[in-house]
């Protein structure tokens, strides 16, 4: 009898990041061109004369990543595409070209599936890539989008997760929180309605954070501006899974350990308050919530100079050697560690 | 009221091409390095030094293109990973790098996911490509994949869907029909073991069928051939969707017409009769069936000779003048029109 047979392991007990730990461990680049695999925002291909093509994808599950009950196809097409150029992005690069595949049931039609490319094509246009290619097939249930993004960039250009070094100063753009109360806004509307549908949804006031929810933008400005201030991260990541996530990732892969002062966390002044009435502790839900496609870098000090009038890059606090750990400094000066709660699209 | 939300027509009506068609026609590429988008085996970036970076796409649903009843996990793997490397072989490139992307329920173990990175590592290893990068996540149900795979080619080594011209010789490699046998012998072994549990499969003497089925190669010992002895094709498409369908693509593509004699196609003996004993028309069978993942290409005469001895490719036919039309000739000398059957995923 095979063994193998015998043991089964739910991948819910391993999670997410286990379970590509595990794949990963499998795999070795063996191809001259392939600098960099599994284990940063994008993988890394030499193609010659100092330049390198990344490569990034990403696959949008229905019932897991998206409720198409609250989220416009439309908007799901955007946020397909904008979170992929986010991932070249946070490379310090910029995207070109992608592909999109997707498996759909017959429950949708062919004006539902010219909304999402309406979405896919706005993205495009915003961010200055186009559509190279894709698959289109039916499933037997829910909508599947699978998205592929590249982009070029000089090879010295590059910001690694695994650069970052004691002393730099670490940054964040825009703000955060505001996607993670727009999905709950959402959630809870949908409650309502489901409970009595004669009700309408009271999104006045969240504006804000459903954009942010539904329409996230990748930085690719900030981008723009770090190539204009002659800066270049020594590390970097997007904010997919929640600021004290992705911090670790940097820790975990620079090894370094840092502290993020909660006085300088970016948080919008409404959603802020939003949260204070929802019960939740807004700096918790800043740094845990995910899906604001915000980035995270660390500067040398003398980089940091350059930028730090940037209106929309915050300093929020130091790379730190690897034993102090990883920390957050709340507003009263206590010291808190920072533990990875994330997304567990598994558990 | 919205207008648009007021027609639907489903998917089913336009077709995967028509849908394709529809997709394609809203896009149009802007990016000076994005040289080909949609329409060929794989999209066509230059970057740079007359070097150009190929990349293609492939979505597998479960219940549309497998059956895991009778597909096994390890070959699903390797499957994905050869039918996307077939994509750039079709092109006349090397594959060198894949993405793998998962969405999968809760009755995958990780033990099923282990054996399914087992057949990918295979096949990465059999095609000389790396896996850089991919997505994990859950899924409301059934298991996707997606895959993306990347290639590198000198700008005018390239061999495109539309570059066939009138008295160019078509060739195909290997043999066509098996694949598509085999799936009928799984698929009628699976309906007997339905209906009494206690049977045993009868695969005996169709094990090449099975194999070929369950495990195809991307023909990229050919591409190193056509490489030696010097020849590009003037066109080239892989058979993922059967002879008849892709010859029609180049056709179209090309704007030329065509002829293939019957007595040509390449059919393996037992193959042959095993069609035969189940009724069907070996011609027909061979030339419709899909999943060969051989490849179609068209070379002009003096490069024919080159490799009209090589073992593993037959002249099935001639380009003609577009408006002779894409025509069989069977062994009885009657010419009949070909059509696309095709695989259509949304029927």
Chains 1, 2 share one sequence.
Not at 64 to 82: C, E, Q, R, V
Not at 282 to 299: K, Q, R, V
């Amino acid at each position: 009898m095979d063994k193998k047979q015998l043991k089964t392991t739910q991948i819910s007990t391993i999670g997410e990041f286990g379970l590509i730990n595990q794949i990963a461990s499998k795999f070795s680049l063996k191809n001259p061109s392939s600098l960099l695999g599994i284990g940063d925002d994008a993988a890394v291909i030499d193609i010659g004369n100092g330049k390198v093509q990344l490569v990034s994808t990403d696959i949008l599950a229905e019932h897991i990543h998206f409720d198409l009950s609250f989220m416009p196809l439309m908007h799901l097409g955007y946020k397909a595409i904008a979170v992929n150029v986010s991932d070249i992005a946070a490379m310090n690069a910029l995207a070109q070209q992608v592909t999109v595949s997707i498996a759909l049931s017959s429950r949708f039609t062919v004006e539902a599936v010219d909304e999402l490319y309406e979405g896919i094509k706005l993205a495009c246009e915003d961010y200055k890539v186009d559509l190279v290619g894709g698959d289109t097939t039916s499933s037997a249930s829910g909508l599947v989008i699978s998205v592929s993004v590249l982009g070029i960039a000089n090879k010295d250009q590059l910001s690694y997760r695994n650069g970052a070094q004691v002393g730099d100063i670490i940054c964040v753009t825009g703000d955060l929180g505001a996607a993670y109360l727009g999905l709950k806004v959402l959630q809870r509307e949908k409650e309502v309605f489901m409970g009595n549908p004669e009700m309408q949804p009271e999104l006045t006031g969240f504006e804000y954070a459903i954009r942010r929810q539904l329409k996230p933008s990748a930085r690719m400005d900030i981008i723009h501006d770090l190539a204009e201030s002659k800066v270049i991260p020594t590390s970097m990541i997007d904010i997919s899974d929640g600021l004290a996530s992705e911090l670790l990732h940097i820790c975990k892969q620079s090894q370094v350990g840092a502290i993020i002062t909660e006085e300088n966390i970016p948080i919008d002044t409404d959603v802020y308050n939003s949260f204070v009435e929802f019960n939740m502790q807004p700096i918790t839900a800043a740094i845990n919530g995910g899906e604001d496609y915000e980035l995270l870098f660390t500067l040398n000090a003398k980089d940091y100079e350059k930028i730090s009038k940037h209106p929309d890059v915050a300093g929020i606090g130091l790379i730190k050697p690897k034993d102090d750990g990883v920390f957050l400094l709340s507003k009263q000066g206590n010291k808190y560690p920072i533990q990875a709660q994330g997304w567990n699209h598994f558990s």
